[in-house]
């Protein structure tokens, strides 16, 4: 018997060109795995991509930043480099979001943008700059599997 899973998973890769108005496609499967999260927040990602999490990843989030004191200065820079480059956005009846110049820049995105699910959120790339990753990534495999306990 299959059991079925309780918690959102964004997996698969899907390549989809971002519309004039700066909005991108989120697959039919992976809103449906959101379940029925209206909003989703993306975040510029220091590797030069985009991470966009359902709104259940970022209260997760929430959670893990509510401990931060007022005297970690190292972990509230990451917070505030990560959050005012931030964008809540809304999902349309299209299943779009809509990105900001500032975050498809960041990501180098023009037209095309690959969206790549890791289980919990989702990424959007650029093709090259995906491709970069994907061939050093391959190249350092066994040991970052290992690090990951895999």
Not at 94 to 101: D, I, K, M, P
Not at 109 to 137: C, H, M, Q, Y
Request: with cysteine; proline share 4%.
């Amino acid at each position: 018997m299959v059991k079925a899973l309780t918690r959102t998973v964004f997996v698969g890769t899907f390549r989809h060109t971002v519309d004039d108005k700066n909005r991108v496609a989120i697959p039919a499967k992976w809103r449906a795995a959101a379940r029925g999260s209206q909003e989703f927040y993306v975040l510029p990602d220091p590797t030069n991509c985009l991470v966009v999490l359902p709104a259940s990843a970022m209260e997760k989030m929430l959670e893990r930043v509510d401990d931060i004191s007022i005297g970690e200065y190292e972990r509230r820079n990451v917070l505030r480099l990560i959050s005012s480059g931030a964008h809540s956005t809304p999902c349309d009846n299209q299943g779009r979001v809509g990105l900001t110049e500032e975050l498809l820049q960041h990501a180098g995105i023009e037209k095309d943008a690959v969206l790549v699910g890791v289980l919990t959120k989702f990424e959007i790339w650029s093709p090259s700059r995906l491709a970069d990753v994907k061939r050093n990534t391959t190249q350092n495999f066994a040991e970052a599997a290992k690090q990951l306990g895999l």
